[in-house]
């Protein structure tokens, strides 16, 4: 029974590593799909510059085959914007005048002018990257019973088997 309970915890922290690996990774994932420029209208000028330097309520273009760097409402254009990444909806969404679009969303065809409703540090996509990241570090109610438990009843275990295994022979042999 030790060696089966050790065996347990051994692979329930394979287990867990392997999950927490994969959470990292499809966040990563998620985190490339947001584009670190915006080309940010000023005047009769395009000009790019990190996302991280875009004010709320700049214009932003963005063109056909191009993510759409930060959160924000449609200003102009007509566009099919393929938001997967941030809603799960697997069929691209038309886009006009008015309409939210995400950032990290693809535009499919004609260009759209966005305007900046939210930072990037407040954007969907970093809500989301948020959320997931509090998941992983915080632990249910069970898996801290769970742990608890272990403390308490994995020595006594190991040391019961321990003992299992070297009394009886030197028992029988007193006998």
């Given at each position: 029974?030790?060696?089966?309970v050790?065996?347990?915890?051994?692979?329930?922290?394979?287990?867990?590593?392997?999950?927490?690996?994969?959470?990292?990774n499809?966040?990563?994932?998620?985190?490339e799909?947001?584009?670190l420029?915006?080309?940010?209208?000023?005047?009769?000028?395009n000009?790019?510059?990190?996302?991280?330097?875009?004010?709320l309520g700049?214009k932003?273009?963005v063109q056909?085959?191009?993510?759409?760097?930060?959160d924000?409402v449609?200003?102009?254009?007509l566009s099919?914007?393929?938001?997967?990444a941030?809603?799960?909806e697997?069929?691209?969404?038309?886009?006009?005048?008015?309409?939210?679009?995400?950032?990290?969303?693809?535009?499919?065809?004609?260009?759209?002018v966005?305007?900046?409703s939210?930072?990037a540090n407040?954007s969907?996509m970093?809500?989301?990257?948020q959320m997931?990241?509090?998941a992983?570090?915080?632990?249910?109610?069970?898996q801290?019973?769970i742990?608890k438990?272990?403390?308490?009843?994995t020595p006594i275990?190991m040391?019961?088997?321990a003992l299992?295994?070297?009394?009886?022979p030197?028992?029988?042999?007193?006998?």
């Amino acid at each position: 029974e030790g060696a089966l309970v050790a065996w347990l915890f051994a692979l329930s922290h394979l287990l867990e590593s392997y999950t927490a690996n994969k959470a990292r990774n499809s966040l990563h994932n998620l985190m490339e799909k947001v584009p670190l420029q915006a080309l940010v209208m000023r005047g009769s000028q395009n000009v790019p510059l990190p996302v991280d330097e875009v004010k709320l309520g700049d214009k932003v273009l963005v063109q056909a085959g191009e993510k759409i760097p930060l959160d924000g409402v449609v200003k102009e254009g007509l566009s099919q914007v393929d938001q997967a990444a941030i809603t799960g909806e697997s069929v691209p969404v038309a886009k006009k005048a008015g309409d939210q679009v995400f950032g990290g969303s693809l535009n499919e065809m004609g260009a759209l002018v966005v305007e900046v409703s939210r930072l990037a540090n407040e954007s969907m996509m970093a809500k989301i990257v948020q959320m997931v990241e509090e998941a992983q570090n915080r632990q249910s109610k069970t898996q801290t019973f769970i742990e608890k438990f272990a403390a308490v009843y994995t020595p006594i275990v190991m040391v019961l088997a321990a003992l299992v295994a070297v009394l009886p022979p030197l028992l029988l042999d007193l006998a």
